[in-house]
């Protein structure tokens, strides 16, 4: 009896999870132009505030600014490898997340003036707008 009652509700949910990968490609599709713009002036602000050597501009009503974010890649893992097995074993784990961990590479650079090894930064700056 309880596989009667689980049929439609599988059926209707399988229709409902199709209904709704449907909407999410046309939403995806639809947005694509709108997100192109919305990057292309992103890519000119940033042009705008480096020629002015600026990190922010205002109008009366906005302000946009130069909003920066650093991520690490491990460039050699034998020598971040070497790094982490040199550490005590109760820090071993904080510095990897499948990727490196900021928060343990950012501690490591501010305690050390150096990046662990095998370790880069690289540096992404996005132009951020808020109302005022």
């Not at 059926?11 to 995806?28: E, G, I, N, P, T």
């Not at 490898?81 to 109760?90: G, M, R, T």
Request: net charge positive.
């Amino acid at each position: 009896m309880a596989e009667n009652k689980a049929g439609p509700l599988m059926d209707a949910y399988v229709k409902l999870r199709d209904a709704k990968s449907k909407l999410q490609a046309r939403h995806k599709a639809e947005l694509a132009p709108v997100n192109e713009m919305l990057e292309r002036i992103e890519k000119d602000l940033l042009a705008f505030l480096d020629e002015q050597g600026a990190t922010s501009t205002s109008t009366p009503t906005r302000t946009a600014f130069i909003d920066p974010k650093v991520t690490y890649k491990i460039e050699d893992w034998p020598a971040l490898q070497a790094f982490i097995n040199s550490l005590p074993e109760d820090q071993r784990f904080s510095y990897l997340d499948r990727r490196p961990s900021k928060s343990a590479i950012e501690a490591f650079l501010e305690d050390n003036g150096a990046l662990p090894p095998g370790i880069t930064a690289t540096t992404f700056r996005k132009v951020a707008i808020r109302r005022k």
